[in-house]
């Protein structure tokens, strides 16, 4: 066990839809970061928060949005779902902003019909 | 352009053998390098990592070496057991940008 918790474990939904996929990083961590991961390819990075404060940005579409509360948990938006954004979506945290050891949730799966 | 490449999709190696699994990169100023691994259903979990400054790292059955000039790491697991059977992901960064993932390499123990 991680100490990362992702919330949905499992999603189905349909195109059009909009879902929001929630992330509580490791006690003492203050990096979140979202990943995405289609179907046989690596990981891609989404976007990082470190402290509430958005740090990096990857390849996240304009369709999606994330924020990091002052508790520290994180929230993926998903809006006007697509079939292509089936996937398995992770969150990972850290303790710094910078490079280190990042610790992954166990995924939310989305499937869009 | 993929920064950091797995160019072996699997990997099956015998049970007490030595399982060597490879990575290249192509960005110089990655100077961070870690190994993670994945079993089926969970997340990826962090396995050894190791800093450019270095070309070795050694945890137990496990061992990155990195060879700066040839831009290439490798993840030596010693001996094998079928419980390292899982995905295995090779990550990049420099600074303070993010990691870069690699595709992966599915690694199979035989008993």
């Known amino acids: 066990d991680s100490g990362v918790t992702q919330t949905p474990k499992h999603l189905i939904t349909a195109t059009g839809q909009r879902v929001t996929l929630r992330c509580s990083p490791r006690?003492?961590?203050?990096?979140v970061y979202w990943y995405q991961q289609s179907l046989d390819q690596g990981l891609q990075f989404l976007i990082q928060?470190?402290?509430?404060?958005?740090?990096a940005k990857g390849n996240i579409l304009e369709r999606f949005s994330a924020q990091q509360f002052p508790d520290l948990h994180s929230e993926l938006n998903l809006s006007s779902l697509e079939l292509g954004d089936s996937a398995l979506y992770f969150c990972?945290?850290?303790?710094?902003?910078?490079?280190?050891?990042?610790?992954f949730g166990p995924g939310t799966r989305l499937t869009v019909l | 352009d993929q920064q950091v490449k797995q160019n072996s999709p699997s990997l099956s190696v015998q049970e007490g053998r030595i399982s060597i699994l490879n990575c290249d990169y192509t960005?110089?100023?990655?100077?961070?390098f870690l190994w993670y691994k994945k079993y089926p259903a969970e997340g990826p979990t962090f396995l050894i990592s190791?800093?450019?400054?270095?070309d070795k790292n050694e945890d137990g059955r496990f061992t990155v070496f990195l060879n700066k000039s040839a831009k290439h790491l490798s993840l030596h697991i010693v001996p094998s057991q079928p419980g390292d059977s899982a995905v295995y992901f090779c990550?990049?960064?420099?600074?303070?940008?993010?990691?870069?993932f690699g595709k992966g390499t599915r690694l199979s123990v035989i008993a």
């Open positions: 960005n110089s100023m990655f100077d961070y």
């Open positions: 990972a945290s850290s303790v710094v902003e910078g490079p280190d050891t990042q610790y």
């Open positions: 990550a990049a960064s420099s600074g303070n940008t993010p990691l870069v």
């Open positions: 006690s003492g961590d203050l990096s």
């Open positions: 190791i800093s450019s400054i270095k």
């Open positions: 928060y470190y402290n509430g404060e958005e740090r």
